[in-house]
Structure formats: C-alpha cells, structure tokens
C-alpha cells in the first residue's frame, strides 16, 4: 500500500534560520506530490505541489521542494523562515495507477520563534 | 460558491446520538472527499465521490458511517450510535479534476462526543 512518511514531527527554529521537513513516499508506480499547510486554527491550504517536469517545484510564500525519483521523497525547504511560517505542514502523495485520493502523511509542526 | 463550505462547524454530541455533517463543494468541482484529522494521526480518508461513478468507501472505519452526495453537490456524512472515539475534525474536499490537481478543503467541523 502507498504511504507516506515524514520523519519529523516537530520542528522547531529559530527566526530567519533555514529549514527543511522531510518527506518519502513508498510507490512503484508514478506519483503525484503535495505539500498542505494548515495554520493556527484553520483549514488546509495547497502550499505546492510536484505533477511532472522541473523537479524543483516553489511556492508563492518562498518555499520550495524537489522531488528525487531515487530517494522517493519530496523534503520541503525554506532558507529563512518567517514567525507567519509556524504552522502544520502536511505531505501527500497521489499514487496513480488509478486512484485519486489524496494519502497523507502524519503532519510535522513548525514553531519558528523569535 | 467561493470555497468549500462545511456545517456546523462545531458539534457536541451524546454517546450513542446520530450526527449528520454537511458538506458543499466549489461549484463545477467534481471530485468530492471526506477525511478525518484526529490528534497527532494525521489525515484519515474515509470516502470519494467523483461525478456519477460509484463512491470509493474504502476508508470509513465502521457500518456506522455513511455518506451520500445529492445531485453531484452537497455531501452528507452520518455517523450513527457516535462513540467517543469517533471525536475528531472531519474535512471534506473538492477537486475539480480529480486528485492530480490537489484539492480545496472546508475548514471543517470539530465533532466532540461526550
């Protein structure tokens, strides 16, 4: 079965510090990938999301992620973070092979502190 | 509508009562899902409409769960006999093409039973 893993589940930094979420994914098929945010107290939003082409895919907010075919995983990056970042960030993967739903991973919460 | 509408968007319940949860998709949007986000679990599928085609039940966790979508539209999700352990925030999704493209997700509806 698809999983989807991400090996932290709280991270905390620093303001303007760098970071990285991790995220692999088990599939022997195509996949299609996500990240979702979900601040404080709200639903969840599409932050980015990887379909096909450029491996290296970013977000509006200044994040970035890129997919390795190799490694099976799509970490989540951001080389200085905002306190506005703090937040649950969620990875998920579509596997393909006919199915549409979305599978999601545990979540990692970000604590940026000043 | 503009997004994804769910009601109410809290719901405290007796042990044993039937609860109805109510989704409305982004007008035009096809794809409709539902998920559970319980505490540190993630997000949970439960179940997928897509147009006319039979639904994916695949997630619900129990006969005590059901859900049907109306005129390719509005969704309920029933939850029947409630247990404690069905407390949890329940979102729903819509897609307009399906998974490939992510989803837009409800806020939610934070289901307490006490």
């Known amino acids: 079965a698809q999983s989807v893993t991400q090996l932290d589940s709280q991270v905390p930094v620093f303001e303007e510090a760098p970071v990285e979420l991790r995220c692999n994914y088990s599939?022997?098929?195509?996949?299609?990938l996500f990240w979702y945010v979900q601040y404080p107290n709200q639903g969840l939003q599409l932050l980015l999301k990887y379909l096909s082409g450029s491996t290296l895919v970013e977000s509006i907010n200044g994040f970035e992620a890129e997919f390795n075919k190799s490694q099976t995983s799509f970490h989540l990056r951001k080389p200085s973070v905002h306190i506005s970042d703090t937040a649950e960030y969620f990875c998920?993967?579509?596997?393909?092979?006919?199915?549409?739903?979305?599978?999601f991973g545990k979540g990692t919460k970000l604590t940026v502190n000043p | 509508g503009a997004g994804v509408s769910q009601s109410p968007s809290n719901k405290v319940t007796e042990k044993g009562k039937d609860v109805e949860l109510r989704c409305d998709p982004i007008?035009?949007?096809?794809?409709l899902y539902w998920y559970r986000q319980s505490l540190g679990q993630g997000l949970e599928f439960l179940i997928y409409f897509q147009g006319n085609s039979a639904p994916d039940k695949s997630g619900l966790p129990s006969d005590r769960f059901s859900a049907e979508r109306t005129g390719g539209s509005v969704s309920t999700l029933t939850i029947q006999r409630t247990q404690q352990e069905d407390s949890a925030v329940y979102l729903c999704?819509?897609?307009?093409?399906?998974?490939?493209?992510?989803?837009?997700f409800g806020s939610g509806t934070r289901l307490t039973v006490v």
């Open positions: 599939s022997s098929v195509s996949v299609y």
């Open positions: 007008s035009g949007h096809t794809a």
């Open positions: 999704a819509s897609s307009l093409l399906g998974g490939y493209y992510g989803y837009t």
């Open positions: 998920a993967v579509v596997p393909g092979g006919g199915s549409e739903k979305l599978v």
